[in-house]
Each structure stands twice: as C-alpha cells, then as structure tokens.
C-alpha cells in the first residue's frame, strides 16, 4: 500500500469534478497484483486509516486521472505537422507511404517505443490507436505497450483496396490475420484488439462483411474506423455504396456498430445519424486539432447531446497536431465555440477534462478501470505541476475557483505541466 498527498482531481458519475485541495490518495496491489486505487479523498478524513504506511507528499502538485485517447495513429508518428490541401491529398501524399515502412518488424519497434514514450510524456495512459495493415505493427506495439504496462487497444488495418501497393492489404489474408491477432493479444494483461477497416472506401463489400462477422464472434473486442470527416470522403463512400442510407449506415450495414465500437469525426451527421450511433450504443471520438488542420469541419456537440450519443476526446495523431491532451481540450473548445455551421456552445472546462478522462472512458466502455481516481479504478494518474511555466505560475495563482483553475491549465498547458505519469507505481518523468 502507498500513500499520495495532494491535490486530487477525480470525477463523479455525473461528469462533475471533485476536487480536494489537500487530498489522500491511496493505491495497492488486487489478488492479481494490479495497483488499483483503494481510497480517495480529503487528507483530513482519511488519513488516520493510513498511518503506518509511507506517504508521498507533493506539495504544490495536483493528483489527476491519466487521460484517455480515443483516437490515435501510432504508425502517423512521423507525419504530423505534414502540409496538405485536405484529408484525401494527405492520405496519398505522406500517411500512405509512411505506413509502408512498417512492413519492416524492426522499423515498427522503434516506433512503437517512440510513441509510447511520447503518450507517457504527455500523460496519457489509455489509447485506442490504429497500426497499419501490417500484422507487424500490431504484434511491435502490443510488445511495447506491455512492456510498459499501458491499456491501450489496437488493430491491424484493413483496407484491400483504392489503397497503394505496400499498404493495400488481401482480403481472405487480412480477415485471417485479423483473427490470429485477437487470439493472440485481446485480453492479455492490459491490452485489447480492435476490429480495424481503415474506413469503407478503402474496403470491399467482402472485406467488411468479414469485419463484421469477426465482430459477433468476438463481441468483447472493440470496432474501430472513420466516418463523416470530409465532404469528399462522404461523396465518394456514397458513390460505392449507394445501397445504404448514408455513410454511417454501411457499417450499420456490415455489422459493425454496437457497443465498443468506435468511429472518429462524426462531422457530417443528421439527426438519423445520431439516432443509430445512439440505438447501437456506437460512439464517437472527437478529433478537434486534426478537424481544424485539414478543415474538415466542427463536431456537433449540441446535437450528440440532442439525440444522445456518446463521445470522448482524441489527438488524432498524425491528423492531429499534438500528443497533449491539453491542446485537444483547447481545440474542443474552440470546436465548440464556432456558431456558424452548427450551434455554438461553451464547454466548461470540468466538461472538456471528463471528455478526456473518465467520459473517454466510459464511451469505450471501461467505466470504473480508467479515467479516474475512484476506488477500484486501475491506478494510473499524473502529477501535475501548475506552476511549471511563469504564466501558468502566475495565472493559476490567481484562480478564484476550480473552473478557473481548470481552464487556465487547459489554455496555458503542455507537456510541460505534466511532471510525472505513473503507471502501476512505475512512475515516468515528462522531462529528465
């Protein structure tokens, strides 16, 4: 058993923040060996059922769940900040030749141990992230990621055509690989496969009904893709299938929307859209850096919430300009801001935390492991450090309350301010 004094930001089931400024955390090991949070809360209440056991006192710090990424693109390690008039010319012109490096097991593995080092520094200690189509880069990741002790989820691409030799994948082999993967990672310590088309038009109709019958015969492994992102993309998807309602509804289609399953943007929805993310139980993972990078267009925050469908946040990563979540709650707010195409809204800044921490969480459906510092949850958290440039020293100092002091860490914060993240007490420093 070990002993945190902090502050301590945790969430309760309602999304709101609660916050202790001297606060307690406590964290040993389950019958499995597993730190997990054994109790939270003011330091004053909780402390003599403690003592004995040492403490680690952070004075000045601030206790926090690891954030949660929806969204990611590992083998995209190299291609963020790629200049690009849009999300098609993107695809051809860097992410596609990049990823067909990742053929190559030894080139996969040291990116894997870039990437993940890079999610640490940052504070993230959940990722659902896409590799390539490359059963390579599943097994080089999964490697990585337990070795580090990570929960992240992913899978191998699919994607068997209007794809370039070297990424472009077979459709029998691609669904064979696919199953041989689940069977080999899913479940294995922290680690969970997602189910991965790259997005339809760059599968065949046979390629995702195959998809969609690995999903019923693995109910518990996620779903990953992309859908609504891009008005070019949308015209094209319906060019190909012109059978289905609108782009969404092909997944619907092949089988693969439900519970656990996951699909960026979600940009271009009507109400009947939202309506079938909400009946499946499908979510959304809201990519705002990448959205505004190549303008794709601006998550509709108030409709999700009209018609009832969840969300969390996500980097986007390469897409996305930053691994830190701080700059993707900022750029959420600005999402959430525009009033011209959709209506605008204030996210308040306890919403924009939840949407990467415990909302991410309960989306894909781990609730109660991560995201958060309530007992039982899986121990991962960062110390935050709010003093660690002189305009967040100097602004923070001033915050009046905790919203104030949430967004100011929200406007003003970067890797920097996260000064260690700690995984099953293996605690890794943002900087040397």
Known sequence: MHVYRSALLRFADDGSALYEEDGLLAVGPDAKGRQRVVAAGAWQALAHQYAGHPVTHLPGRILAPGFVDMHIHFPQTDVIGSPADGLLPWLENYTFPHESRFVDPAYGAQVAGFFVDELLRNGVTTALTFATSHPASVDALFTEAQRRQLRLITGKVLQDRHSPDGVRDDTEQSLLDTEVLIRRWHGVDRLGYAITPRFAPTSTPEQLRGAGDLAARYPDVWIQSHVAENLDEIRWARELFPASRSYLAVYDDFGLMRERAVYAHCIHFDDDDRALMRDT??????????????????????????????????????????????????????????????????????????????GAAKALGLAGVVGNLQPGCEADFVVLNPRATPLLERKTAQARNLDELLFALIVLGDDRLVEQTVISQAKYASRA
């Not at 303008?295 to 946040?313: E, I």
């Not at 986007?316 to 900022?330: K, N, R």
């Not at 707010?333 to 949407?355: C, F, H, I, T």
Request: net charge negative.
């Open 281 to 358: 139980g499908t979510v959304a993972a809201v990519s705002p850096t990448s959205n505004l990078f190549l303008g794709s267009g601006f998550f509709d925050y108030a409709g999700a919430d009209r018609v009832g469908f969840g969300y969390g946040l996500a980097s986007d990563v390469g897409g996305g300009t930053s691994f830190s979540p701080f700059h993707t709650m900022l750029a959420a707010y600005y999402v959430g801001r525009e009033g011209q195409s959709k209506q605008g809204l204030s996210l308040s800044p306890q919403q924009l935390w939840w949407q990467h921490t415990a």
